[in-house]
Each structure stands twice: as C-alpha cells, then as structure tokens.
C-alpha cells in the first residue's frame, strides 16, 4: 500500500477518544488506524455510514439539525481540513491526522484493486464520475468499478438509483452530492443498498477526473487549500464566509472549556492513546 495517499509510514495506529467541535463527533485517527476501521467494515459485510468533517460541515450542523443528527449517528467521522486539525488542538485533543476525501477515494480504490472489492460512483454531473471511474482504473488496473451514474437526490430518483446500487452489489459505495444532500441521502437509504461502506465524497470526482485542480503539495502542507479554491473559483466566497464563523465559535468553545475541568477518566484515556501513538 506504499503507493496510496494515505499510507502510513508505520503500522502504529493510535486510539484515542473523538473530540466534539461545537457539537459534532470528530474521530481521532491516524491513516493507519481510519484504513484499517474502514477494511474491518468491508468485511463485516453489515451497512456503514462514514463522513468526511470539515468546518463546511459543523457550520451546516448548527443551521440543519436533521444533518447534525446524520453526522452524530456516522459509523466513523473523518477530519477533513485543516480548520479540524486546528480546532482540534485548541480544543486539547489533537487530531493525529488529516484525511482529504480525494486521498482517501483514491486510497480505498487501491484497497478494493487489491482486495477484489467492489467499487460504485454516484453524483457529480454528468460524465465526470465515469471519467473519475477511467482514470481510477488506469491507476488500479485490477479495480471493479461495478457502476457509474450521476443521478440526482431528488425523491423521485431515489428508488430506482437505490435499485440500481443493490444489483450492482459494490463494498464501497461514493456520493458526490455535495453536502449536505450527499450524507442526508446515504442515511435515508443505508439499509435498503446494504453497502457495507458508503461515504459522501463532495467534489471528489471532479479533481480525480482532471475537472478541477488541487493545489499544490506546499499549499496542502500549510492548509491553504481553501485560498487555492477561493482564487480559482471566486464564486465560492459566500461559502468561504463560513469559515471566519467557525473560527469565532472554536474560540468561544475552547475558552469556555478552559474553565471546565477534564475529568481525570478522560485525561488516562487520551494519555493512554498518545502512549500508543508513540
């Protein structure tokens, strides 16, 4: 697995408790540990929900409570962006790693190219998924990429697109919806497609396609991936607007837990996680 994205360097894994940001369980996971989750849900065989959480998405929950409910019910919820990773260590419980969403579709394609699992693309507009689908393909010539179909989550759609997932049988199931629809959309559905992965991908297939850039390695290393989007796609700004809010409440939270003591249960327990971290 040395070729794929998230690939650890080291088989060490670290557990330790989730953190909540304003509300919203976040999983804390290294790359090692989120992989080896995910590959232990495949094979159980039973339906699972994972969500990838960033600041976008803890804005939307405190506006959306059917999508926080969605987002506090998730099998496994992974930090993605740096906003997490930041709010994350003001809160005192850092997150040992950041998983992009693109580095963990491609990630989990090598899995299933591995593996002999099953792999379904759903959303995102036409034609992007099954070009998504052919440049996956052509980095994992052994992937089974059982279906492609963009679809929409409009009700009427939904039984025949839930039909079509359920005869094509797929381990691993991705929605490019765009959130919160995407993840609303899997928790309506979970257990009639009886996938035991199926995970909200946002713009996932659109940058593996070649549709739209990622930015540089050196503005993912310093967690400016969210300026590389603004000056691409200026139109985004009054999404942008979120992110100063997140700020602001992430503020408010770790100071008000300053005046709140840790229980010493939960003070072992990151302890001990950071032991096995280490």
């Given at each position: 697995m040395s070729?794929?994205?998230?690939?650890?360097?080291?088989?060490?894994?670290?557990?330790?408790s989730p953190v909540e940001v304003l509300g919203v369980r976040v999983d804390r996971l290294t790359a090692a540990a989120a992989l080896a989750r995910l590959t232990a849900f495949i094979e159980s065989g039973l339906p699972h929900q994972v969500v990838t959480v960033n600041p976008e998405f803890i804005i939307q929950a405190q506006e959306h409570p059917a999508f926080r409910e969605v987002l506090r019910r998730a099998d496994l919820?992974?930090?993605?962006?740096?906003?997490?990773?930041?709010?994350?260590?003001?809160?005192?419980?850092?997150?040992?790693?950041?998983?992009?969403?693109?580095?963990?579709?491609?990630?989990?394609?090598?899995?299933?190219?591995?593996?002999?699992?099953?792999?379904?693309?759903?959303?995102?507009?036409?034609?992007?998924?099954?070009?998504?689908?052919?440049?996956?393909?052509?980095?994992?010539?052994?992937?089974?990429?059982?279906?492609?179909?963009?679809?929409?989550?409009?009700?009427?759609?939904?039984?025949?697109?839930?039909?079509?997932?359920?005869?094509?049988?797929?381990?691993?199931?991705?929605?490019?919806?765009?959130?919160?629809?995407?993840?609303?959309?899997?928790?309506?559905?979970?257990?009639?497609?009886?996938?035991?992965?199926?995970?909200g991908v946002g713009g996932a297939f659109n940058y593996i396609a070649g549709g739209a850039r990622r930015a540089p390695r050196w503005m993912r290393r310093l967690g400016l991936e969210w300026l590389h989007r603004l000056v691409r796609e200026p139109w985004r700004w009054r999404r942008m607007l979120r992110l100063p809010r997140f700020a602001a409440l992430v503020l408010r939270e770790a100071a008000r837990s300053r005046l709140v003591p840790v229980p010493p249960q939960d003070r072992a327990r990151d302890r001990n996680g950071e032991e096995c971290r280490r």
């Open positions: 070729t794929t994205p998230l690939s650890p360097r080291s088989p060490q894994s670290a557990v330790l919820a992974l930090a993605d962006g740096v906003g997490l990773v930041w709010a994350g260590w003001l809160l005192g419980a850092p997150l040992p790693a950041r998983l992009p969403g693109v580095d963990l579709v491609e990630t989990l394609a090598a899995l299933a190219a591995e593996r002999g699992y099953r792999v379904f693309l759903l959303g995102a507009r036409e034609g992007i998924a099954a070009r998504a689908a052919q440049v996956l393909r052509g980095r994992f010539p052994a992937l089974q990429v059982v279906g492609v179909h963009s679809g929409s989550p409009a009700p009427a759609e939904e039984d025949e697109i839930v039909e079509r997932i359920r005869a094509a049988r797929p381990h691993l199931l991705f929605v490019a919806y765009g959130a919160p629809q995407q993840d609303l959309w899997i928790a309506r559905h979970l257990a009639r497609l009886e996938v035991p992965v199926a995970m």
